[in-house]
């Protein structure tokens, strides 16, 4: 028996997608329970969800919180649960029709308290996906790709099942994290430190449904990126080298610094514009697409990074100020 906790935020259309794939489980209806905490959506959704469950077969329980991010909402997720097994899902990732016998399967075969079973995430059938979205999620399970076990800090949020008492034992969700970006990794790279082994089941898939239009706010959004690595690297000590495969800059050599500089001079968040143009007009060849694209999310990372490293100093700052 397990629950499954969800976070929303304004994505009610592809909520009941989600929602209707729960309703088609080979596992038993009655074996399981649906927690969505609404993270302070404006779309109508609570209403929506309310009438959904007058009619569904699931036991869903429905949370609603003022926008505090999903850090917040899958913690209260994880205290609310009834069953010893906690599985996350993101709102818009549609899992298959065995996807929770799959979990459960695998739990049974390893029950240690300390095992985390991670599923397999690909896109939705007949979803476009364009060239700046297209290393986005399959570059993440590729790394993986015919292992049998990941390692903690692969705790991907998308699809992933644990048990309950080791997370309210050992750590729950940093909720420093406002956002959606690496603060499921960072728990991950904790618990790694209490013992946690995650096990990999491609077998338990699940299907993005997200349509990308617009590559601005997607590349944009790695601004947040940047933003929660600041924070993650400000609560390390000597571990910071954890971080260089998620986007932190290395400037251990000449090289390095150079390569930095001169994505700092032509891909800034100022040119973006520019760029963006210039690949709709001119530039068909994909590979060169994902190469300027590639640079324009990762200078947009390292903005995001300098900025809340900014705000991080001068907020301590003042603290020392008040306290002085």
């Given at each position: 028996m397990l629950t499954v906790i969800m976070p929303t935020y304004n994505r009610k259309d592809v909520l009941f997608r989600v929602l209707d794939a729960f309703n088609r489980q080979t596992f038993s209806l009655?074996?399981?329970?649906?927690?969505?905490?609404?993270?302070?959506?404006?779309?109508?959704?609570?209403?929506?969800?309310?009438?959904?469950?007058?009619?569904?077969k699931i036991s869903i329980r429905y949370l609603f919180q003022e926008n505090k991010g999903p850090a917040i909402a899958r913690n209260r997720g994880i205290k609310e649960a009834k069953y010893p097994l906690v599985l996350f899902i993101n709102d818009d990732t549609i899992p298959a029709?065995?996807?929770?016998?799959?979990?459960?399967?695998?739990?049974?075969?390893?029950?240690?308290?300390?095992?985390?079973?991670?599923?397999?995430?690909?896109?939705?059938?007949?979803?476009?996906?364009p060239i700046f979205a297209s290393h986005y999620l399959i570059g993440e399970f590729d790394k993986i790709k015919g292992l049998e076990e990941a390692r903690p800090i692969d705790f991907i949020t998308c699809n992933i099942s644990a048990k309950k008492d080791f997370l309210i034992n050992n750590g729950l969700f940093d909720e420093d994290f406002p956002y959606a970006a690496h603060e499921d990794r960072e728990l991950g790279?904790?618990?790694?430190?209490?013992?946690?082994?995650i096990k990999y089941n491609p077998n338990a898939c699940v299907y993005h449904y997200h349509i990308f239009e617009d590559p601005k706010p997607f590349i944009l959004h790695n601004k947040r990126l940047g933003a929660a690595l600041a924070i993650w690297?400000?609560?390390?000590?000597?571990?910071?080298?954890?971080?260089?495969?998620?986007?932190?800059?290395?400037?251990?050599?000449?090289?390095?610094?150079?390569?930095?500089?001169l994505r700092e001079l032509f891909f800034n968040s100022k040119?973006?514009?520019?760029?963006?143009?210039?690949?709709?007009?001119?530039?068909?060849?994909?590979?060169?697409?994902?190469?300027?694209?590639?640079h324009l999310m990762a200078q947009?990372?390292?903005?995001?990074?300098?900025?809340?490293?900014?705000?991080?100093?001068?907020?301590?700052?003042?603290?020392?100020q008040n306290v002085s």
């Open positions: 009655s074996n399981f329970e649906i927690i969505i905490v609404d993270d302070g959506s404006t779309d109508g959704t609570r209403e929506s969800i309310l009438q959904y469950c007058q009619s569904c029709d065995d996807f929770l016998e799959q979990h459960v399967i695998c739990h049974k075969k390893w029950p240690d308290e300390n095992i985390a079973i991670l599923g397999y995430a690909t896109w939705a059938e007949g979803i476009p996906v790279h904790r618990l790694g430190k209490k013992g946690l082994r690297e400000s609560k390390l000590t000597d571990e910071r080298n954890v971080l260089f495969e998620f986007g932190l800059r290395d400037y251990s050599s000449l090289e390095k610094i150079i390569k930095e500089v040119v973006l514009p520019l760029w963006l143009w210039i690949i709709s007009k001119f530039i068909k060849k994909e590979s060169f697409q994902w190469y300027i694209y590639s947009a990372q390292n903005e995001g990074f300098r900025s809340r490293k900014f705000l991080m100093r001068l907020t301590n700052k003042r603290k020392e």
